[in-house]
């Protein structure tokens, strides 16, 4: 069966550092996202990409967050200047259409900013 | 701005038991989907069942069924026969279904422990 996979499973930096997570969605889905989990607290949504542009991000989702889609496979989320906060469970999750079609998630990325 | 509230932080249920998780939300929209993931040790999200807003029916997946009133913004998990492999982070989550593609709006978890 067809999975979204991530990588790294586990990245550790420093502050102020800039880093790339990498996501793999499932090949015949259009729609693609980002969420965060901060250890102990619930999932938030970060930004959708939908046809090669952002089509809806969060207030988390300031200018130091960006995604790129660079090669029709890869689904990437780069931060540029890690805070102490930004340590968290990174996941990405695809979806085949609209409507009722479910959200497939990764494994997820934890992130740790030291 | 949707909302979803989850007002039990932990639950416990012994094996072969039955629980039930506690799921309310709040939106002006008529047209939108809810689901329940499960999220083990692992922190993987994985999908245990959805229900669309038009469909009257409660949806059913084996062990897990949910009780979905409409009118009072309520959607409930029903973990039947409970295993060990059931103890997880539950999370409720509620998606638009006005526009193709739009995010998941998540509770903010139930911590279930099952007992053998």
């Known amino acids: 069966e067809p999975e979204v996979t991530q990588t790294p499973s586990h990245q550790v930096t420093q502050m102020g550092q800039e880093v790339i997570l990498r996501c793999v969605p499932i090949?015949?889905?259009?729609?693609f996202y980002w969420y965060r989990q901060i250890l102990g607290q619930k999932v938030e949504f970060l930004v959708s990409?939908?046809?090669?542009?952002?089509?809806?991000k969060s207030e988390i989702f300031d200018d130091q967050f960006s995604v790129e889609r660079p090669d029709g496979s890869n689904f990437t989320l780069k931060i540029r200047s890690t805070k102490l906060e930004d340590s968290a469970m990174y996941f990405c999750a695809s979806q085949k259409m609209g409507g009722s079609n479910e959200q497939f998630f990764g494994p997820g990325t934890r992130l740790t900013v030291l | 701005a949707q909302t979803v509230t989850q007002s039990q932080p932990e639950m416990s249920v012994q094996e072969a038991e039955t629980v039930t998780l506690s799921c309310t939300y709040d939106t002006s929209e008529s047209d939108y989907y809810l689901f329940w993931y499960k999220q083990p040790p692992s922190r993987q999200m994985i999908l245990v069942i959805r229900q669309e807003a038009y469909k009257q029916q409660n949806a059913t997946e084996n062990r897990f069924s949910v009780n979905f009133q409409k009118a009072a913004k309520s959607f409930s998990l029903k973990i039947s026969d409970s295993q060990l492999g059931d103890a997880a982070m539950y999370f409720c989550?509620?998606?638009?279904?006005?526009?193709?593609?739009?995010?998941?709006?998540f509770g903010e978890g139930t911590q279930l422990t099952v007992n053998p």
């Open positions: 990409f939908y046809n090669n542009e952002i089509s809806e």
């Open positions: 989550a509620y998606r638009s279904g006005e526009t193709s593609g739009s995010r998941l709006t």
């Open positions: 090949s015949n889905h259009l729609y």
